[in-house]
C-alpha cells in the first residue's frame, strides 16, 4: 500500500451517521485530492497527521530541526514535561490565592460572571505595545474597564492599572525575562506562550467570556458587538439555535502545520461552557508539546482539532477583512491605504508576522496605527489620576520638561 505524501485524517462532528470519517487536503498543492473512507468514531481521537514531503530530505539541518516544519512530527518529552511541571506546579498549589485575587481584580473592575473580558498577557519589555492599545481604545472612545492584565513582572501593574485595566501578578507565576522578545520563537517568547495559555484556563474558571488578545493589537470597533450580532444571528437561522462557541482570527498562513483552520492564536474568542473550558485546559496541558515545538501557535491547532472530536466545540474562523492579521500588512497595499486615510476601518489590526518588535512598532507608524503621541493620546488620558502614569505626569510637570518630552 503506498501511502500519501500528506494527509489530515479529520473525525466530522456533527456529520451524518453515513459519513463517519474523511481525508481532507489542504489548500496550496498542486495537486489535491479527496478519499471517503470508513473509520469507527465511537471513540474520539486526535487529529492524525502525516507528511512523507520529499522536499524535507537532506536538506533540514540539525539546528533547523529544533524549529517546526510541515505537519506535527515531534511528541512532548522528558525535558517538556520536567519544564511543564516547574511552571504548572506552584501554580496549582496556590490556585486558591491566585483565583482570589483574580476575583478581587475583577470586582474591581466591574466583572462579573458572563460578562465579555479581555485577557491579555505582558512583560516589562513588551509594556509600549500594551499601552498603544491602550491609546487606541482611548482614540476610538472605548475604555479598558473589561481587560484583565496577567503581567510578568509586580513592577508594571500599576503601569498597566493607570490605563483603567485590571493587573494580576502573582509569585506563582512562572518567572520570565524583563526584556522584550528578540525574534519570534526565541526564549521569551516561549516563556510567555505559558502566560497565554494559563491565563486563558482561569479566566474561564470565574465564569466569563473570553476574548484573548495579545499586546501587539489595535482596536478600531468594539468586536464584542461583531460576536454577539452573529451570534443572534446564527441562532435564529439554526433549527436548534446552535451557534458556534469560539471564534477564531484568520492567521493568513496556509502551511500545512496550521491546517485546517489556520487560526491566529493571538485573537480568539472563547463563550463561557464545558467544551471551552476543555480546550482551554487541553493546550495549556499540552505544554510539554510546545516546548518541543517552541511554537504557541502549532500546538493551539492540534487541540483545536482535537476538541471539535472530543469535546464537540463549535468553531468559527474570522473574515480576515475585517478582522486582518499581519499579511495584510505585507500583502495588500490597497488594504492597508485605506486603513491609513481612515476610508475602511476594520474591528482592529494584529501586527503579527514580524520578526520582533522594532518591526511592529515601525509597521504600526508607517500604517497610521501607532497612537502613543499627544494629539490621540496624552499621558494625563490615561486614568486614574492617580495612577503611575499621572504620578510621574506631575514629576515631569515640576521638572519643567515639555509635553512632547514627556513621551
Partial sequence: MKFPGW????????????????VNPSLGKKKECIAVVFANTRVAHPLLRYDQDAKWKGLITKKQEMFP???FRRVGNKK??????????????????VEELIREKMKQQGIK????????VVNAGEIDLFMNFACSLKAHNMTLHNVIMFTGSSDIVSVV??????AVYHTSFAAVSKKPSGMYLDSVFVDMMWYKAFSVWLMLRQGVHVLFQDVDLVW????????????????????????????????GQRSLRYSPFYANSGFYYLL????????????MAAFDLLQTTGSHQNVFTMKLNEQIDMAGIHPKLLRIYDFPT??????????????????????????????GKPDKIVYFKDSNMWYIKDSTCSLESLHPKQGVVGRRMDRLDLEGINRREKW
Fill in 69 to 71: 516544519t510541515g505537519f
Fill in 113 to 120: 460572571k458572563e460578562d465579555n473580558v479581555v485577557v491579555m
Fill in 272 to 283: 463561557n461552557n464545558k467544551r471551552t473550558k476543555h480546550f482551554a485546559w487541553s493546550v
Fill in 326 to 355: 499581519g499579511i495584510m500588512h505585507h500583502n495588500s497595499k490597497k488594504y492597508m491605504d485605506k486603513i491609513r486615510t481612515g476610508e475602511f476601518l476594520p474591528y482592529h489590526f494584529h501586527m503579527c508576522w514580524t520578526a
Fill in 7 to 22: 494527509a489530515t485524517l479529520v473525525s466530522p462532528h456533527g456529520h451524518p451517521d453515513n459519513c463517519e470519517s474523511f
Fill in 80 to 97: 517538556g514535561r520536567d519544564r511543564i511541571a516547574v511552571k504548572m506546579g506552584p501554580l496549582f498549589v496556590q490556585l486558591t490565592d
Fill in 161 to 166: 492599572e493607570a490605563t483603567g485595566a485590571g
Fill in 220 to 251: 478600531f470597533k468594539d468586536p464584542f458587538v461583531f460576536f454577539h450580532d452573529y451570534i443572534l444571528q446564527a441562532s435564529s437561522l439554526s433549527p436548534t439555535g446552535a451557534h458556534p462557541d469560539a471564534f477564531f482570527s484568520d492567521d
